[in-house]
């Protein structure tokens, strides 16, 4: 590893993000460990070049995920102090699961002055608009659920890691604008079929792992297989 300095920086922007999730020494201790093993037999030029790149990448990780996490929760504090909110974005993704519809908004303006940088699940009961639209619209705050055991399902750090703000259910939705041609939507359409062929060949709950895993879309998983998914770090 010590000759690959791309693979020694990554590990080092890793590390300083888990460090910024969890606090621990252990990213420390890894951290000295790559430094040492990567000065190992280098002239002394090179080493401290390479030293103050490792130790950016780590602070770079740092940072970047600092803010990141700072930014979510003072969103989410936002959106804990009201019941009904305004809301404005653009339609990045659909998933339907239990026959509700829920929307992925980027772009996310709140209260018509609000901007911020996380995306918000909106859930409706049917689906009106096509992917990349832009949509407005009043709903209620949803309560994100927190893991009553260790190691159990957090659907708040679930979504964080998504870089889910939250969950609003929509009322009042107003069309502003739809793409031209609907690509994704063409696109979303043949994903589902292919869901449709894996359904009509497996068990349901089988299924929904293989469109997990193929197609990255985990809408219709259990929050106990999410559970074994977020365990495994998938």
Not at 64 to 69: D, P, Q, T
Not at 167 to 183: C, F, Q, V, Y
Request: hydrophobic share 40%; aromatic share 12%.
């Amino acid at each position: 590893m010590r000759k690959r300095p791309v693979l020694i920086c990554s590990f080092a922007l890793l590390f300083g993000e888990v460090f910024a999730i969890k606090g621990h020494i252990l990213p420390l201790v890894f951290l000295f460990l790559i430094i040492c093993l990567s000065l190992y037999k280098r002239k002394k030029s090179k080493a401290i070049l390479l030293t103050a790149i490792i130790l950016l990448s780590f602070f770079t990780g740092l940072f970047r995920l600092h803010f990141a996490i700072t930014s979510i929760n003072e969103t989410r504090d936002y959106l804990a102090t009201k019941g009904k909110i305004n809301f404005r974005g653009r339609v990045s993704s659909k998933q339907q699961k239990n026959n509700q519809i829920s929307y992925t908004l980027t772009s996310v303006t709140l209260n018509g002055s609000r901007r911020i940088r996380e995306s918000i699940y909106i859930y409706v009961d049917s689906d009106i608009v096509s992917q990349d639209s832009i949509i407005e619209g009043y709903g209620r705050v949803k309560k994100l659920h927190r893991a009553e055991n260790d190691g159990g399902f957090d659907e708040a750090s679930y979504l964080a890691s998504l870089n889910i703000a939250g969950k609003i259910e929509g009322e009042d939705i107003k069309l502003l604008s739809a793409p031209k041609i609907p690509w994704k939507e063409y696109l979303n359409l043949l994903s589902r079929s292919f869901f449709g062929f894996y359904e009509s060949s497996l068990p349901k709950e089988e299924a929904w792992i293989v469109e997990a895993m193929c197609l990255g879309d985990k809408s219709m998983l259990t929050e106990e297989v999410k559970d074994l998914f977020s365990s495994a770090g998938l």
